[in-house]
C-alpha cells in the first residue's frame, strides 16, 4: 500500500492502531531509516510479518508505509477507546497524533486525489443502555490535512460470499453453530469470529481442537481419549518469599521507535535469564489449597495469618441453606497468591497444597 506524508487513520481499536504506527515506516524491507542498530535489532529487521491486526493496527501500518504525519481519528474518548492499552501506549511512543470525538464527514478531494477529512463533532457514543449508537452535532464541522485517509472501523465476515446455499446464519450475522460446532450443512463445522463474532486468537484455536474432536467423532464413531489425573499433594511446596510482589514485571524488550522499519517485529522477546526471571515471579495459580475437614478444629488461625483475608468462618447456613449448628471455612481461591502462610500455620495439618497432574503429564511446577 502506498501511503502520503499525512495520513488520516479512523478508527478506535487495534487494527487502526496498527495501520497507523505502520504507516510511519520508510518502506517494507529496511529503507532510508533502516540504518545502524545492534546485531538482534538489525536480525529482527530482515524478518517480514505476514499478518497485521483492527482500529489501532491501521494506524500502526500507516505509519511504517513512509508517512511522516499519522494521525488517528475516533468517535470516542480516550478512555471510551477498544484499543487494547498497550497499542495505545506504544501507538504514542511512536509519535502518532490522535483526535478524539470526532466522527467522519467526507473525504475532500481536488484532481482526483485525496487532499483531507471533514469531521463532525460526536455528542454520544453509547446510549442510555450502553448500546454502540453515536450521536453527531452536524453543524461542527473541522477538516483534517491527509494524502492519504485509511477506515479502520470494524471488521464482519461476509456472510453473503457463502451464497444462498451456505450454511443457516445466526441473528448476528455469524454461521449458526451447535455445541459441537456443526452447521446446518452435513460435513460442515465452523468456528473461530466466522461462528462467534470478535474474539480471541487463542479462542479460536479452543475451537479448532473442538471441531477436530468433533469430525473425528462423525468418521470414527469413537471418543477422543480422555485424560485421567488426580490431584497431588506438593510435598516440597516451598513458601513464597516475603519479596513475592517487589521484583516487578518486566517489560518485553523493543525495537527502538527509529528502527522501526517495514514489517520487522517490534517485540524483540525475552532472553533465557529475563524469562527465568518473570517464570519466577508465578504465583502457582496451577496449585490449589486442599482442605482435610477431618482434621481441622475450625481454629481460625488461618484466617488470621492470611496476608489478603481471604479466608473466613461463616455459618454453614450462609453455605448451604438448612444445615444447622456447624461452620464452614471458605476460601477465596480466585484472589489466593498461593503464599502458604496458612499451611503453616494450620496445628493439626488439615491444608496442603496440591495440584492436578494427569497420568502420563510431567508435574507442573518445576523450579526455574
Request: proline letters at 4%; hydrophobic letters at 40%.
Amino acid at each position: 500500500m502506498e501511503v502520503g506524508d499525512r495520513v488520516v487513520v479512523i478508527g478506535g481499536g487495534d487494527v487502526a492502531m496498527d495501520a497507523a504506527r505502520t504507516a510511519l515506516r520508510r518502506d517494507a524491507y529496511g529503507g532510508d531509516r533502516a540504518t545502524g542498530g545492534n546485531d538482534a535489532e538489525r536480525e529482527v529487521v530482515e524478518e517480514e510479518r505476514s499478518a497485521m491486526t483492527e482500529a489501532l493496527d491501521v494506524a500502526r501500518t500507516a505509519s511504517r508505509a513512509g508517512a511522516t504525519d499519522v494521525t488517528v481519528i475516533s468517535l470516542e474518548s480516550h478512555e471510551e477507546m477498544p484499543a487494547s492499552p498497550f497499542e495505545l501506549e506504544e501507538a504514542r511512543a511512536e509519535h502518532i497524533k490522535f483526535v478524539h470525538r470526532r466522527g467522519p464527514a467526507r473525504i475532500l478531494t481536488e484532481n482526483g486525489k485525496v487532499t483531507g477529512l471533514e469531521t463532525v463533532k460526536v455528542t454520544s457514543v453509547f446510549d442510555e443502555s450502553g448500546r454502540f449508537s453515536p450521536t453527531f452535532d452536524r453543524s461542527d464541522l473541522v477538516s483534517f490535512d491527509a494524502d492519504t485517509v485509511i477506515l479502520a472501523i470494524g471488521q464482519a465476515i461476509d456472510i453473503e460470499a457463502l451464497g444462498p446455499s451456505g450454511p443457516d446464519v445466526s441473528p448476528r450475522k455469524t454461521i449458526a453453530v451447535g455445541a459441537d460446532m456443526t452447521t446446518s450443512l452435513d460435513g460442515v463445522w465452523a468456528g473461530g469470529d466466522a461462528a462467534h463474532g470478535p474474539r480471541s486468537l487463542i479462542e479460536a484455536i479452543a475451537d479448532g481442537r473442538k471441531v477436530a474432536a468433533a469430525i473425528h467423532r462423525s468418521f470414527t464413531g469413537e471418543e477422543p481419549d480422555r485424560v485421567e489425573g488426580q490431584l497431588v499433594e506438593l510435598d516440597q511446596f516451598h513458601r513464597l518469599q516475603d519479596t513475592y510482589d517487589r521484583v516487578e514485571r518486566l517489560g518485553v524488550p523493543t525495537l527502538a521507535t527509529d528502527r522501526r522499519i517495514g514489517l520487522a517485529e517490534v517485540e524483540l522477546g525475552f532472553t533465557e535469564d529475563q524469562a527465568r526471571c518473570e517464570a519466577a515471579r508465578c504465583l502457582r495459580c496451577f496449585a490449589n489449597i486442599e482442605l482435610d475437614v477431618d482434621k481441622c478444629v475450625l481454629c481460625a488461625l488461618c484466617a488470621d495469618v492470611c496476608p489478603l483475608d481471604l479466608i473466613s468462618l461463616v455459618p454453614a447456613e450462609e453455605v448451604q441453606p438448612g444445615t444447622k449448628g456447624s461452620t464452614a471455612l471458605l476460601l477465596d481461591e480466585r484472589a489466593c497468591i498461593r503464599c502458604g502462610l496458612c499451611i503453616e500455620r494450620c496445628p493439626t495439618n488439615a491444608l496442603s497444597m496440591a495440584v492436578w497432574t494427569g497420568v502420563g503429564v510431567p508435574q507442573i511446577g518445576v523450579p526455574v
